[in-house]
């Protein structure tokens, strides 16, 4: 079983940034899809945005210029750099994987086996 980990969360003020990290402690993450997924009290889980194995990336419409997902340097990292956040992207994200080697392309709604245990954001008003 994949271990993801993710970290980066935290309160801010709407229009500030955040950078959220998924690391596989104990793995390299090149033949996986990678996957950012959120849930805000209340709400179910949504797809934010996800990178195949050859960086094709997918976001979420309301996520579209502000959000970017990339690989790391790192072979065992994924990011995902948050701008000009809104008090509407409030909630907890988590990252997910799926071993994948050869797609070029990804889906927020493949069945993804590997989930970490998530980390806050919060965006005040």
């Known amino acids: 079983q994949l271990q993801l980990v993710e970290s980066g969360g935290g309160l801010v003020q709407a229009g500030e940034t955040l950078r959220l990290s998924c690391v596989a402690p104990?793995?390299?993450?090149?033949?996986?899809?990678i996957a950012w997924f959120r849930q805000a009290p209340g709400k179910e889980r949504e797809g934010v945005s996800c990178?195949?194995?050859?960086?094709?990336?997918n976001y979420a419409e309301s996520v579209k210029g502000r959000f970017r997902i990339s690989r790391g340097n790192a072979r065992n990292t994924v990011y995902l750099q948050m701008n000009a956040l809104k008090p509407e992207d409030t909630a907890v994200y988590y990252c997910?994987?799926?071993?994948?080697?050869?797609?070029?392309?990804?889906?927020?709604?493949?069945?993804?086996?590997?989930w970490g245990q998530g980390t806050q954001v919060t965006v005040s008003s």
């Open positions: 997910a994987a799926n071993w994948n080697p050869r797609s070029p392309i990804c889906s927020m709604q493949a069945q993804y086996t590997s």
């Open positions: 104990a793995s390299t993450l090149d033949s996986y899809v």
């Open positions: 990178i195949s194995v050859s960086r094709g990336t």
